[in-house]
């Protein structure tokens, strides 16, 4: 059930809004109440991080097909986190790169502590992790 929207007013200083209004023509957002929202969420998920709640999203890692160890090393971290892995998606992206998408649910300190492990890994060359507040 969705809930039923509250107006409230918001003042700031106007270069602190001119800025804001920057942001969001940047970020893509159709108005200021929405990329409003969207950073109220933003903090949300970053404190439920510190506060061990579960969050759900995925982790993503690009890196050189040809080293083997890369491989095996990145394969080894998943199975020490098999609990909050839910899938993996493997994409050869070229004749050197590939691509993985490794969906993650669980503790916010042990996906952060998994994205942390692969993005160290030598031969990883670009690691993202991007997840949302699990449940509510
Ligand atoms: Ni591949």
Do not use: W
């Not at 001119?18 to 404190?47: C, M, P, T």
């Not at 982790?59 to 491989?71: G, L, S």
């Not at 998994?114 to 992790?129: D, P, Y």
């Amino acid at each position: 059930m969705k809930d039923k929207l509250v107006r409230f007013g918001v003042s700031l200083e106007g270069e602190l809004l001119r800025r804001f209004d920057a942001y969001i023509g940047a970020e893509g957002h159709d108005n200021r109440s929405q990329a409003i929202a969207g950073l109220i969420r933003k903090e949300f998920v970053i404190d439920a991080f510190d506060r061990g709640a579960a969050v759900a999203g995925a982790v993503t890692v690009v890196y050189d097909h040809h080293r083997r160890e890369t491989v095996n090393r990145l394969l080894d971290i998943q199975h020490d986190h098999g609990p909050i892995i839910i899938s993996a998606q493997h994409v050869h992206l070229d004749h050197d790169n590939c691509l993985e998408i490794i969906a993650v649910k669980g503790a916010g300190a042990r996906v952060r502590e998994l994205a942390a492990a692969l993005k160290a890994v030598k031969g990883v060359k670009h690691s993202t992790l991007s997840v949302t507040l699990a449940g509510k």
